[in-house]
């Protein structure tokens, strides 16, 4: 993982996304440009598991507005967490044995799409 690029990529300031691009397995996983940059420095493990495990329990629950999908990561491991609100127990939680990504807090958002059945993954200088 190139962890300079996936710094500078999830912390470059930005008005909002310029367009969504599907997931090629998990075809009701969109995610934005911004995402895109983040996922091109080595990171494509990680849509990869919220396309496999965490796209239907989204779209399936009642969410309003949007939820956070949280990355903490320590010493080479990461633990992965999808909160619908902040006063609500996790709807998703997953534990990574090894990961390259950088060590700290890494926080991506969730939405319902507004046309198809599907789920977009933005940052939350996107917003």
């Given at each position: 993982?190139?962890?300079?690029?996936?710094?500078?990529?999830?912390?470059?300031?930005?008005?909002?996304?310029?367009?969504?691009?599907?997931?090629?397995?998990?075809?009701?996983?969109?995610?934005?440009?911004?995402?895109?940059?983040?996922?091109?420095?080595?990171?494509?493990?990680?849509?990869?598991?919220?396309?496999?495990?965490?796209?239907?329990?989204?779209?399936?629950?009642?969410?309003?507005?949007?939820a956070t999908l949280?990355?903490?990561?320590?010493?080479?491991?990461?633990?992965?967490?999808?909160?619908?609100?902040?006063?609500?127990?996790?709807?998703?939680?997953?534990?990574?044995?090894?990961?390259?990504?950088?060590?700290?807090?890494?926080?991506?958002?969730?939405?319902?799409g507004d046309v198809?059945?599907?789920?977009?993954?933005?940052?939350?200088?996107?917003?």
């Amino acid at each position: 993982m190139d962890t300079e690029s996936f710094v500078g990529a999830y912390r470059t300031p930005r008005k909002r996304a310029n367009c969504f691009y599907r997931h090629a397995m998990w075809r009701r996983l969109v995610y934005s440009d911004g995402v895109k940059e983040c996922l091109e420095t080595g990171l494509y493990w990680l849509m990869d598991i919220v396309g496999n495990e965490c796209v239907k329990p989204v779209l399936d629950s009642s969410l309003k507005t949007m939820a956070t999908l949280q990355v903490d990561v320590l010493d080479g491991r990461a633990s992965l967490r999808i909160d619908m609100q902040s006063d609500t127990p996790p709807v998703w939680m997953k534990c990574v044995r090894y990961t390259d990504m950088p060590d700290g807090r890494w926080t991506f958002l969730l939405a319902k799409g507004d046309v198809y059945r599907e789920m977009k993954a933005i940052l939350p200088t996107e917003t």
